[in-house]
């Protein structure tokens, strides 16, 4: 198992961008009940020359969920409620563990906390990457055409039509009753969230549904209730308040909800502290014990729970009915397409297993071109041109070159531009290095490529500069040069 400055080596910028440098994968032994290593009939030898350029390659997994194929409908609902919500949640847990570890390391690390931020990050960029395409006008534009195509070769064959003619409308129908449910989504979607929210609320939300329960349901709700674990009270402080927050946000300050929510006090920070200071389930072990005892109803934390479980409750059900209903659909706009393209169009990914094949070669990148295989070289030129103040950071006017001699490719992110009181509407701009070059050709390239989204646009503008021994510094694209340090 590597340790983290292996695994983590490019931090974020590198997780999801390749050509990468980390190590980070792990590989086991697995041990028998004599203790000693499990003998297989059948097993992978280790290469002893390595991949070469050329060679086939196969990656068996479970990929995570794409929405390549999603109707135009779905991904209107997703840019207006779904994502944007996700966005916010991941983004205010992490700054709220981010901010506690700052403070308190020691604590955050006997809670593994870094692997919890880990966590957490990676399903934020995940999230703020689908919105950023959710908001990019050309892949809008172009999904909506494959859609307009798709529409077109189902009215023209009359068997496809009679099956499937009604069938983006059916789906669009089911995407307004989600959209209905925007505000209790809001609110509800990621409360009592054992990923990182308030362990008083996720004990007041199982004892809460201990009454009226049967026996044996009663069993696990208790169970799960005694199973959630104490966070520091300045953590569960900042998780109670936001999700205390969320409801405010969804439903306004007027509304019944909110009132519950904040339960006659001014605002969400209060409301969390008041529930904290007195109720018996801020802590596991009171709570293990008033729960042997019984609970007692008056219990602040059960009368919050008790105000919302009403709309929580409805929320899950109405959710849970047209989310079936849109898998249905979804499942017949999948055999629609592959009525229409056959095998040309692959599936989305849903998490199930699939075998990828594929053959070791370099590709187009940015103006130039990504050779197979990373190199050390690579390697110290990624860490030296990164947050550090060293010379190889990108600049506007220009970009530094690699000497002729070496081999080696990066892409970094040199710089974030982030709003300002001057460009309130720039979401974000990230100008992106990278460097090639070849021992055998004797070139060297640079390119960069600048990228900025803002809430109507988004634009790209990139420049390579590259240099042999018989030529001077040649620049393409948009105006820039190339300093020789």
């Given at each position: 198992?590597?340790?983290?400055?292996?695994?983590?080596?490019?931090?974020?910028?590198?997780?999801?961008?390749?050509?990468?440098?980390?190590?980070?994968?792990?590989?086991?032994?697995?041990?028998?009940?004599?203790?000693?290593?499990?003998?297989?009939?059948?097993?992978?030898?280790?290469?002893?020359?390595?991949?070469?350029?050329?060679?086939?390659?196969?990656?068996?997994?479970?990929?995570?969920?794409?929405?390549?194929?999603?109707?135009?409908?779905?991904?209107?609902?997703?840019?207006?409620?779904?994502?944007?919500?996700?966005?916010?949640?991941?983004?205010?847990?992490?700054?709220?563990?981010?901010?506690?570890?700052?403070?308190?390391?020691?604590?955050?690390?006997?809670?593994?906390m870094?692997?919890?931020?880990?966590?957490?990050?990676?399903?934020?960029?995940?999230?703020?990457?689908?919105?950023?395409?959710?908001?990019?006008?050309?892949?809008?534009?172009?999904?909506?055409?494959?859609?307009?195509?798709?529409?077109?070769?189902?009215?023209?064959?009359?068997?496809?039509?009679?099956?499937?003619?009604?069938?983006?409308?059916?789906?669009?129908?089911?995407?307004?009753?989600?959209?209905?449910l925007?505000?209790?989504?809001?609110?509800?979607?990621?409360?009592?969230?054992?990923?990182?929210?308030?362990?008083?609320?996720?004990?007041?939300l199982?004892?809460?549904?201990?009454?009226?329960?049967?026996?044996?349901?009663?069993?696990?709700?208790?169970?799960?209730?005694?199973?959630?674990?104490n966070?520091?009270?300045?953590?569960?402080?900042?998780?109670?308040?936001?999700?205390?927050?969320?409801?405010?946000?969804?439903?306004?300050?007027?509304?019944?909800?909110?009132?519950?929510?904040?339960a006659?006090?001014?605002?969400?920070?209060?409301a969390?502290?008041?529930?904290?200071?007195?109720?018996?389930?801020?802590?596991?072990?009171?709570?293990?014990?008033?729960?042997?005892?019984?609970?007692?109803?008056?219990?602040?934390?059960?009368?919050?729970?008790?105000?919302?479980?009403?709309?929580?409750?409805?929320?899950?059900?109405?959710?849970?009915?047209?989310?079936?209903?849109?898998?249905?659909?979804?499942?017949?706009?999948?055999?629609?397409?592959?009525?229409?393209?056959?095998?040309?169009?692959?599936?989305?990914?849903?998490f199930?297993?699939?075998?990828?094949?594929?053959?070791?070669?370099?590709?187009?990148?940015?103006?130039?071109?990504?050779?197979?295989?990373?190199?050390f070289?690579?390697?110290?030129?990624?860490?030296?041109?990164?947050?550090?103040?060293?010379?190889?950071?990108?600049?506007?006017?220009?970009a530094?070159?690699?000497?002729?001699?070496?081999?080696?490719?990066?892409?970094?992110?040199?710089?974030?531009?982030?709003?300002?009181?001057?460009t309130?509407?720039?979401?974000?701009?990230?100008?992106?290095?990278?460097?090639?070059?070849?021992?055998?050709?004797?070139?060297?390239?640079?390119?960069?490529?600048?990228?900025?989204?803002?809430?109507?646009?988004?634009?790209?503008?990139?420049?390579?500069?590259?240099r042999?021994?018989?030529?001077?510094?040649r620049?393409?694209?948009?105006?820039?040069?190339?300093?020789?340090?």
């Amino acid at each position: 198992m590597p340790e983290t400055q292996t695994a983590y080596f490019g931090g974020d910028p590198d997780n999801f961008t390749y050509p990468r440098y980390a190590l980070d994968f792990s590989v086991l032994r697995v041990y028998g009940p004599d203790g000693k290593p499990f003998e297989t009939p059948n097993w992978f030898t280790w290469g002893k020359d390595g991949v070469q350029s050329g060679d086939a390659v196969f990656v068996i997994g479970n990929p995570g969920s794409t929405s390549r194929l999603k109707a135009m409908s779905q991904l209107d609902y997703e840019r207006a409620v779904s994502v944007p919500a996700q966005v916010s949640f991941l983004g205010s847990r992490l700054a709220a563990l981010h901010a506690f570890y700052a403070s308190h390391r020691a604590t955050g690390d006997s809670l593994d906390m870094r692997n919890w931020m880990f966590g957490l990050s990676n399903s934020l960029k995940s999230s703020q990457g689908r919105l950023g395409a959710l908001l990019d006008t050309v892949i809008v534009e172009r999904r909506r055409r494959a859609e307009l195509s798709l529409r077109d070769s189902l009215a023209v064959r009359r068997d496809l039509k009679d099956r499937y003619g009604r069938l983006l409308e059916r789906l669009a129908d089911v995407e307004k009753q989600k959209t209905a449910l925007a505000a209790p989504y809001r609110a509800f979607a990621f409360f009592g969230s054992s990923f990182a929210g308030s362990a008083l609320v996720q004990r007041a939300l199982n004892v809460a549904q201990i009454a009226g329960a049967s026996h044996d349901s009663a069993q696990v709700f208790s169970r799960r209730a005694a199973q959630v674990r104490n966070l520091p009270r300045e953590l569960e402080l900042t998780f109670l308040t936001l999700e205390l927050s969320d409801i405010v946000a969804a439903y306004g300050p007027n509304h019944a909800l909110t009132r519950a929510a904040l339960a006659g006090q001014p605002t969400p920070l209060a409301a969390a502290q008041t529930l904290l200071d007195h109720s018996v389930l801020a802590d596991s072990a009171k709570a293990a014990q008033t729960l042997s005892a019984g609970m007692p109803t008056d219990d602040p934390a059960l009368r919050l729970v008790a105000a919302l479980l009403p709309a929580w409750r409805a929320f899950q059900s109405d959710f849970n009915r047209v989310a079936t209903a849109e898998r249905e659909l979804a499942s017949e706009l999948g055999r629609a397409r592959f009525a229409v393209y056959g095998k040309s169009v692959p599936p989305d990914g849903t998490f199930s297993p699939r075998i990828a094949d594929g053959v070791v070669q370099g590709y187009p990148y940015n103006g130039t071109e990504a050779p197979p295989f990373t190199t050390f070289f690579g390697m110290y030129d990624r860490f030296r041109a990164g947050d550090r103040g060293a010379t190889g950071t990108c600049r506007t006017a220009g970009a530094r070159r690699l000497p002729d001699s070496t081999s080696a490719h990066r892409s970094i992110s040199c710089r974030r531009r982030t709003p300002t009181a001057a460009t309130p509407d720039l979401r974000s701009s990230h100008e992106t290095c990278g460097s090639w070059g070849s021992t055998s050709t004797a070139t060297s390239m640079r390119w960069c490529a600048t990228t900025s989204i803002s809430p109507s646009a988004a634009a790209t503008s990139w420049w390579t500069c590259g240099r042999s021994r018989r030529h001077s510094i040649r620049c393409t694209g948009r105006t820039a040069w190339c300093p020789s340090s």
